[in-house]
Structure formats: structure tokens, C-alpha cells
């Protein structure tokens, strides 16, 4: 089993959260259980079951060699190997701005959760951009980035269920400008009120069109931004709590340590000490 932790949380029209691989033994099972976070499973041999569950109603799909499977944030899932040929996957977590969106432009939906290769050809080339992140753990944040790009490059391209998406410019103009704007002023008191500023909008508008776009009301999406700031702190300096808490926006340690374990699951001081750790991918 190899299982590589992203641990730069910078990037944001698509963040990492993991990736790896695992040959798995007979009727190896996860769940009924939950993610946090979008995973695509990539089968490179063997086969199993996989279970999505939609309020009383549960879709079983029984896959195979060259076959991928999206499991949604929030969705109650359970999967399991084949006893008798199980199945061998490539993983990636994810999530971000335009994860729904590449997503939706490769035919993978709430409606369509299984991937189906247009030739062979075509989805060897996916599975290789995912087989390079895998098997080279020393890379660069921005190079494993990159290849994770290339990596949806590939699986919209060689999809069966590809489409068109329409494009939206003056909408992903808003969004970049939003980011952008935070990206400068996250360590200062700002407000929803002072990003709608910024763009001249109406706050209640600005609020339907942000959360449309991103999944995340505005202040979910600063609040967001400055504990990933947070980590990188916590992990790469020695500098108090208190200290870091203000650098990120927030004059009080206590609302910020509130934020940070609602995230995370853990407060900062415990995170850093875990964190530290992990020098190397698991």
C-alpha cells in the first residue's frame, strides 16, 4: 500500500488532500461510511463492488480492470474486493473550486458515478498522469499540482461521457476576483460585505453567485483560507499560537482554535505536534 498526504492546502480551484495506492486482499472492505471529500478510484486489476447510497435507495455497481468510480462528499458508501480476483486501485482525494466542474465535464455525476473509457489507449493515459503521483513522492507541491491538472486533462479527454460545458466569464470573473481579494487581505477584519464591495455587487447577490460557484458561502471560503495559512505555520515555524491566530486574521486565539478544530478535528497545538511527523508519505 503506498499513501501520500497533501499537506499544502494553497491551491484552491483544486485542493489535494491525498493519493495512493493499495492491492487489495479478498473482500477488503471500506464502510458504510462517509468522505469529506471527493476520492476517484481507478481499478488497475482485479474487481469488486461498489455501493452508493441516495436516501432509501442503494446503487450497486460491480466493476473492473480499467473501470474509475466517483465517491462524492457526504455520500454514504461502501465498497468491497472481489474474494476471488480482488482488485488493485490507484486513489486521489480532492476537492476545490473546480472539482465539480471538471468532474461534471468528464461525465462523472450524482446520476453517472462510474468512469468508462473511450478506448484503451485513452484511459492508459489517465492512469499513468495518477501512476506518476504515486509513484514519485518526492515531488514539489506545484509539480504534484501540475500532474494533477494533467491528471483531469486526461480523464475529461478520454472519457466516453465527456461533454461541453458552457463557460460563464463574467461569473469566473467574479470568483478569481474574490480570491484574489482575499488572498491579500485575509490577515485584516474583512467582511462578506467587503468582497461585494470590491466588486460594486449587492452583498445577498455576491453571497448566491459565490455559493453557486464554489459550494461554500464567502465567509466558509475566508474562514477556510486562513486555517490552511494556519497549517503552514503551525508545520513549517515555532511561533505561538496566539501569534500565528493574528497573522491569520484572528484577534482572538480562542474563536481561531474554534475554527481551526472545527476543520481539522483537532486543536492547532495537537495538530502541529502530528503534523511535524510526517516527513515522509505514509
Known amino acids: 500500500?503506498?499513501?501520500?498526504?497533501?499537506?499544502?492546502?494553497?491551491?484552491?480551484?483544486?485542493?489535494?488532500?491525498?493519493?495512493?495506492?493499495?492491492?487489495?486482499?479478498?473482500h477488503?472492505?471500506?464502510?458504510?461510511?462517509?468522505?469529506?471529500?471527493?476520492?476517484?478510484?481507478?481499478?488497475?486489476?482485479?474487481?469488486?463492488?461498489?455501493?452508493?447510497?441516495?436516501?432509501?435507495?442503494?446503487?450497486?455497481?460491480?466493476?473492473?480492470?480499467?473501470?474509475?468510480?466517483l465517491i462524492e462528499p457526504n455520500r454514504l458508501v461502501h465498497y468491497f474486493a472481489d474474494n476471488e480476483t480482488p482488485w488493485e486501485y490507484m486513489w486521489i482525494e480532492f476537492d476545490g473550486?473546480?472539482?465539480?466542474?471538471?468532474?461534471?465535464e468528464a461525465g462523472l455525476t450524482q446520476s453517472s458515478l462510474i468512469y468508462h473509457p473511450s478506448s484503451r489507449e485513452?484511459?492508459?493515459?489517465?492512469?499513468s498522469r495518477l501512476q506518476y503521483l504515486v509513484d514519485t513522492p518526492d515531488l514539489l507541491p506545484s509539480e504534484v499540482v501540475g500532474h494533477t491538472y494533467l491528471f483531469f486533462g486526461a480523464l475529461i479527454r478520454s472519457s466516453r461521457?465527456?461533454?461541453?460545458?458552457?463557460?460563464?466569464?463574467?461569473?469566473?470573473?467574479?470568483?478569481?476576483?474574490?480570491?484574489d481579494f482575499i488572498e491579500s487581505y485575509?490577515?485584516?477584519?474583512?467582511?462578506?460585505?467587503?468582497?461585494?464591495?470590491?466588486?460594486?455587487?449587492?452583498?445577498s447577490y455576491f453571497s448566491k453567485i459565490f455559493k453557486k460557484a464554489t459550494k461554500k458561502?464567502?465567509?466558509?471560503?475566508?474562514?477556510?483560507?486562513?486555517?490552511?495559512k494556519s497549517c503552514e505555520l503551525l508545520r513549517s515555524t515555532s511561533m505561538p499560537i496566539v501569534q500565528i491566530a493574528h497573522l491569520?486574521?484572528?484577534?482572538?486565539?480562542f474563536h481561531f482554535t474554534r475554527a481551526f478544530k472545527k476543520l481539522m478535528n483537532l486543536p492547532p497545538q495537537e495538530w502541529r505536534k502530528r503534523n511535524r511527523q510526517l516527513t515522509a508519505p505514509l
Open 1 to 26: 500500500m503506498k499513501n501520500h498526504l497533501f499537506l499544502s492546502q494553497e491551491y484552491f480551484d483544486i485542493t489535494i488532500y491525498q493519493y495512493g495506492y493499495e492491492q487489495c486482499l479478498p
Open 28 to 69: 477488503h472492505t471500506f464502510g458504510p461510511g462517509m468522505r469529506n471529500h471527493y476520492l476517484i478510484h481507478c481499478i488497475l486489476s482485479g474487481s469488486g463492488t461498489y455501493c452508493a447510497h441516495y436516501g432509501d435507495k442503494v446503487f450497486e455497481y460491480h466493476l473492473h480492470e480499467g473501470q474509475a468510480f
Open 97 to 104: 473550486m473546480k472539482a465539480s466542474e471538471y468532474l461534471r
Open 122 to 127: 485513452s484511459r492508459q493515459e489517465m492512469f
Open 161 to 179: 461521457n465527456t461533454r461541453k460545458l458552457p463557460k460563464n466569464n463574467i461569473l469566473d470573473f467574479y470568483i478569481q476576483s474574490t480570491v
Open 186 to 203: 485575509y490577515m485584516n477584519e474583512i467582511s462578506v460585505e467587503d468582497m461585494a464591495a470590491n466588486l460594486s455587487l449587492n452583498r
Open 217 to 228: 458561502s464567502p465567509q466558509d471560503f475566508l474562514i477556510q483560507y486562513r486555517i490552511n
Open 248 to 253: 491569520v486574521g484572528y484577534n482572538n486565539q
